[in-house]
């Protein structure tokens, strides 16, 4: 019986303060101070890149930038490896021909 309150608690913990730890929205211990685009919230592409579902380069390519495209910084994350992202979301022109591509996503810096 003391057992199983163990469990439970141990449980509970574990899922109480495990997410805060994850890249989708909670604390990041190792984040330092981002100083490659000195705090700005727009940024101007100067080369091709593609844009990631997660910050990882194995994961599924959502949509390919071209260069000058602008991108709209969400926030930064910087992985176990020390590799920097940035979680952009691409300009709503309703002119544009990617209507049907995701806007957000992330690209490594």
């Known amino acids: 019986m003391i057992?199983?309150?163990i469990k439970n608690i141990c449980l509970i913990s574990f899922a109480l303060f495990a997410p805060i730890y994850l890249p989708a929205g909670g604390i990041?211990?190792?984040l330092n101070?981002?100083?490659c685009f000195n705090k700005a919230k727009e940024i101007v592409l100067d080369s091709n890149c593609s844009v990631y579902i997660m910050p990882d380069l194995y994961s599924k390519k959502l949509?390919?930038?071209k260069t000058g495209s602008t991108l709209l910084i969400l926030r930064q994350w910087i992985t176990s490896n020390n590799d920097r992202?940035?979680?952009v979301?691409?300009?709503n022109n309703i002119f544009s021909d990617n209507l049907n591509k995701p806007i957000k996503g992330?690209?490594?810096a």
């Open 3 to 5: 057992n199983n309150y």
């Open 85 to 87: 992202w940035v979680r």
């Open 63 to 65: 949509r390919y930038l």
């Open 106 to 108: 992330w690209i490594k």
């Open 89 to 91: 979301q691409t300009s």
């Open 33 to 35: 101070n981002f100083s």
């Open 28 to 30: 990041q211990k190792n």
